[in-house]
């Protein structure tokens, strides 16, 4: 027998080739087959192969239209057709199912994108995987601390000793100053300090200057394309001769002004929003600057870059213990640091680190996870709706699926058909929910403070927008699709119709969209309460118009000038000079002593440097001993202390007076104890401190209090007296107040997101319940006529109708307090201060669902119970 | 030229189907061309220089008999038309009129 050519190259050739082709070309192969054939079979069979997939190009191939199942295409086609027509039929629930769809998709959308956009921070840098920051963990008296910056001979050491460092370079901390240039004075207050490695590491483009030349001379100055515009007016680009022009920084510091002159090296792009180093302009780095080259300070950031297969958990390894080698020379008196690497990637979100170490932008990964869990739960109520109301609503379908069954159709193919359904309202919901988030995005911008777009352009966005669309699709279509092609059409056809079935499965899906519901309310009513707990809870001090103007600009005579000249205003009822604004104040030690302090005792102790004005002007209390007297020169050496200081060092109030006590060397006594205030944010418990009243040393600005009602004229006071002692700079100052709750502005947008999200989450879930009180009142026509005839008034119909559900609802309350219970009870236990956890909250929370379910239901139930009974009786 | 244009192989395949008058069809083709251009001819790209110069109008088709030969396939002979003859005729005038014009020249 004649060997034909070889079957698969065969079927592949049938399988592309274009029909018309076909004939012609499959002949004319196997006529070459055949003739080579009997000289060599082995090369025929191989040739033919070759010569089959010569053929496969667009010339020859089958086009798409007359695909080769002609059959499924328009099947597809017609359940579309089908799916529309069964849309527009019921138009009601269609709207509730897409409006309830939608709403959840934009949750989802809008959360993703600030999902997406909280993520995408400092991945523009083309070795941002390779990127670390050294940061470290500190141990001071007996407690963990995690430091983000690290001693100044960090960088190059790591470089010199571990050959996996590739690259290592410095920033300094963020300060403020201005900057000179010709009669053009421009404020900044982000200015920083780097190395050479600075831009070789980070991708922070040069617009003008090449990064081998930046930071090499100590008085070289880098700045934004931003701050040259403002320096050098809008077409700084166009000067040739711009690179080498002076610019006079006035340094702002502890002792007065300084003035340097400094040369621009180059103009950098401003940072992307997206980074988490900002900055306006960047200095040189001095290693004598704020005492830094050496292993005991920690005053900048340290970064390194490793080579590309390297291990950072090798390296961290390595570093344990690191230290010692470089310390042990210099002190050998400290507990050592324990020193590890950050990933670039991981600095926005995932940075916590104490004493105000880390100056740059970050966000709190925490709070990420809340809005997706916010976000999922809206979307996933909407996706319950769907279920709930497909399934309700399945004996309307319950024919048809029983005469496509009997006509021959498979049930993959039913399904498929509800899938199909499924996939055209999840298309018009993504469209709608496309323009729901573009409505919504300014608003959701303002509560960010983000500037978020929607890309719908961008091939990425586009791809996970269909892919997203899938999910949902199927996670909306898949049980229905189950279920309504599970019917058996011998029964379905005779009108035999279990209404129970699938009842349980609703009723659970109900109870898990209103449980959600509540937790969502009860969360928002928590942080809501929590937040205004912090607002009014008494400080300790009096926050009400009080500012803080700062004075670091001015020379101490000029400040202590400044000082005075507001005491003689009228309209202003305190000055006081101080080392800090009040602010979550981190300047604490273990440099101190005491009477009766045992040598291994020790802890920290937050210093403040003031004046014989700062409680009166404050309103601090002392609950023992006297306040500082100017008259006594004494008084200089003297402290006041808090009562948890004197409580920690083992003294009652009336105890600790007359006590002496050390302060980095400076050996005085204790004339007062003062009631204790809060000077940390409300996650902090109140820790010990210590006032001292040393004219000498540093402070950093004025505390002023205002008259009542006289705050604007104390302001305008304010700027005028300032401009005395700086006609340059203008004066800084805020409110205390403001500024206090500024510190909860990360629990205040979650709040805003948690409350606005349940709003969202009561209407999708209520407008479900719509839905099925709707098809339930419409099944139960006859039932209600009968009732209506024998003499059940129209409340009586309305409580029968609604009862269910208002079980379902109470049902989830009690499902929602203890998980809300436990969710909230962890966020509050971030918070050393903070409101008590009342089952009536949670009473409170649920009533709110409730009372919109009661009225969803309701008002649907007294509708049908309105109807007149001889219609519903009639009906056949 | 006319606003048709035919490729260099399209031309061959052309003459080759007027060259074997009523009896061209695929292997045919390629085999004639094969002992011409004693060469290797891809099948394939005979097929898709003969749907051009279909398309293009130079030549018809139609169906032959099943040949046992060809697995039950028909044969699709092609036939030159009164429009590919111009067109080959058009090219050889222009070919030739330039030949004309070479000067003698000698390669010693």
Known sequence: MKAGPPKKALQFLRWFCREDYIEEIEGDLTELFNKQYTSSPRLAQSVFVGRVVNYFRPEFLKSLKNSRQPNSYSMYQSYIKIGWRNLLKSKGYSLINISGLAIGLACALAIGLFIQDEYSYDRFHRNARDIYRVVQQQVQAG??????????????????????????????YKRSGVLQQGTITVESSAITMADPGFLKMF????????????????????????????????????????????????????????????????????????????????????????????WLSNNYLTYIQLNHN??????????????????????????????????????????????????????????????????????????????????????????????????????????????????????????????????????????????????????????????????????????????????????????VFDIRSGRRFRQILVVTQFTFTVILVAGSIIISKQLSFLRDKDLGFDK????????????????????????????????????????DVINSTVGFEWEGKLPEDKFLITRLNVDPWYLSTTGMKLISGRNFNPEMPTDTTAYIINESAARRMGWTPVEALEKSFTLHGVKGLII????????????????????????????????????????????????????KYDPVISAHFNFVDQKLENQYQSEQRTGKVVFFFSLLAIFVACLGLYGLATFNAERRTKEIGVRKVMGASVINVGALLSRDFIYLILLSIIIASPVGYLLMRNWLEGFVYRIELDWRLFLAAGSLPLVAAILTVFHQAVAAARMDPVKALRSE | MAQQSLGEFEELVLLMVAAL????????????????????????????????????????SRFGGITEDRGGRRKKFYVITALGKRMLDAQYEVRNSIYKQIPKISFG
């Not at chain 1, 963990?144 to 410095?170: I, N, Q, R, T, W």
């Not at chain 1, 922070?204 to 100055?221: A, C, R």
């Not at chain 1, 009602?709 to 300032?722: A, G």
């Open chain 2, 21 to 60: 008058h009523d009896e061209a069809y695929g292997v045919i083709i390629l085999e004639g061309l094969e002992e011409k251009l004693k060469k290797k001819v891809n099948i394939s790209a005979v097929h898709v220089a003969l749907k051009r110069i279909e398309d293009k109008g130079f030549v018809k």
């Open chain 1, 672 to 723: 007062g104890v003062v009631g204790d205030f809060h000077f940390r944010p409300m996650t902090a418990a109140i820790e010990p401190l210590v006032f001292s009243y040393m004219p000498s040393r540093y402070y950093s600005g004025i505390m002023v209090k205002a008259g009542p009602n006289r705050v604007k004229e104390s302001i305008t006071l304010i700027e005028e007296l300032y401009k």
């Open chain 1, 544 to 583: 009400s118009q009080l500012l803080y103007v700062q004075t670091d600009n001015l020379s101490k005579e000029r400040a202590q000038l400044l000082k005075s000249d507001l005491q003689k205003q009228s309209a202003i009822m305190g000055a006081a000079s101080t080392s800090n604004s009040l602010i």
């Open chain 1, 310 to 495: 390297v291990n950072p958990a090798d390296l961290n390894r390595k570093l344990d213990g690191y230290i010692d080698k470089y310390r042990s020379a210099a002190n050998g008196n400290f507990t050592s640091p324990v020193f590890y690497l950050q990933p670039l990637t991981d600095i926005y979100l995932h940075s916590d680190f104490d004493f105000q170490t880390d100056w740059t932008k970050t966000s709190n990964i925490v709070y990420v996870r809340v809005f997706f869990a916010v976000g999922m739960i809206v979307l996933l109520i909407a996706v319950f709706n769907f279920i709930n109301l497909s399934t309700a609503r399945a004996i309307r379908r319950a024919k048809e699926v029983g005469i496509r069954k009997t006509i021959g159709a498979y049930r993959s193919q039913l399904m498929t058909q509800f899938l199909a359904e499924s996939f055209l309202i999840t298309g018009i919901s993504v469209v709608l929910a496309l323009v729901l988030v573009n409505i919504g995005l300014p608003f959701l911008n303002s509560v960010a403070s983000k500037s978020l777009t929607l890309p719908i352009t961008e091939l990425p966005f586009a791809m996970a927008l269909l892919l997203f669309m899938v999910i949902v699709s199927l996670m909306a279509g898949f049980y229905p699709s189950v279920y309504l092609s599970g019917f058996q059409p011998t029964k379905v056809l005779k009108g």
């Open chain 1, 203 to 294: 991708d922070f483009p040069l617009v003008m200057g090449s990064p081998d030349k930046v930071f090499t001379e100590p008085n070289q100055i880098v700045i934004t394309d931003r701050m040259a515009a403002n320096l050098f007016g809008r077409d700084w680009m166009a000067d040739s001769q711009l690179l080498g022009k002076t610019i006079i920084y006035n340094r702002k510091g502890g002792e007065g002004t300084r003035m340097d002159e400094l040369i621009l090296a180059g103009v950098v792009k401003e940072p992307p929003v997206n980074s988490h180093i900002q900055f306006e302009v960047v200095l040189t780095y001095d290693p004598k600057a704020d005492n830094n080259d050496n």
């Open chain 1, 143 to 172: 407690e963990l601390y995690h430091v983000a910056s690290s001693p100044g001979l960090m960088g190059e050491a790591l470089k010199a000793d571990f050959p996996e460092v590739l690259k290592s370079c410095f920033l300094g």
